[in-house]
């Protein structure tokens, strides 16, 4: 049994492991610790060192690898805007125009229809409406800034490729477990359809229904029964 919990518990700790910001880490030192915390044996640091250590290293390791992500995301689009066909707007988001299309163009209050696919910058495709055969309708100001702003550039039947800094995106956090934290994401959209906002009808209360003559001697009447 023994033997078997701690198959049970190494197996599930390998994997977290791998969650670990900052590299490998050296298996025999971990398991070192590990014994001798369950042993109660003498230890190279007190639990309350151990646990201090640990967070400052979790601290300046998720620290460096988000500094990683963020460089990586502005080296690509220092570079990107510099190539012919792309564009680039005062809030920092890149588009490049695919096929071109004239027309009315949605405003941010309007539904859209499109097909799209979404990348990660090693080419990692995370989402695509074309692979499911199914375009998708939304709000237009219910989604990533990025797409907010992009897609009211478009016109029906054009087809643009956006270059989404991670601010404009799924920010600090990223998304789904999919898209990583600071990622800038790279989508292909193509624009089917605009379905305008309606301004709801403002709502109108139903009239009092009046109180006739024959109403009021009907209910006196019963009142005198």
């Known amino acids: 049994m023994s033997y078997a919990l701690g198959m049970?518990?190494?197996n599930d700790f390998a994997k977290n492991l791998k969650g670990i910001p900052g590299g490998k880490s050296n298996i025999d030192l971990l398991i070192k610790g590990f014994a001798t915390a369950m042993k109660g044996d003498s230890a190279l640091m007190t639990e309350e060192v151990a646990g201090e250590y640990f967070r400052n290293y979790i601290t300046k390791a998720q620290t460096k690898d988000q500094d990683a992500k963020k460089g990586e995301g502005q080296r690509f689009l220092d570079e990107n805007k510099t190539k012919e066909g792309v564009t680039t707007t005062a809030s920092g988001l890149q588009y490049q125009v695919l096929t071109?299309?004239?027309g009315p163009k949605p405003k941010a209050t309007d539904s859209v229809e499109v097909h799209y696919q979404g990348f990660l910058l090693d080419g990692t495709k995370f989402d695509s409406s074309v692979d499911r055969g199914e375009p998708?309708?939304?709000?237009?100001?219910?989604?990533?800034?990025?797409w907010?702003?992009?897609?009211?550039l478009m016109s029906v039947g054009s087809k643009y490729?956006?270059?989404v800094p991670y601010q404009l995106g799924y920010g600090e956090k990223g998304a789904g477990g999919v898209i990583p934290p600071f990622a800038t994401l790279i989508f292909?959209?193509?624009l089917l359809?605009?379905?305008p906002y309606v301004e709801p009808a403002p709502a109108v209360a139903a009239p009092a229904v009046p109180v006739t003559p024959a109403k009021v001697a009907k209910k006196s009447s019963a009142k005198k029964k």
């Open 8 to 10: 049970n518990v190494g």
């Open 100 to 102: 071109v299309a004239e």
């Open 136 to 146: 998708i309708t939304f709000p237009l100001n219910q989604v990533i800034p990025g």
């Open 148 to 152: 907010t702003e992009g897609v009211q």
């Open 161 to 163: 490729k956006f270059f």
């Open 188 to 190: 292909e959209v193509e």
């Open 193 to 195: 359809n605009i379905k």
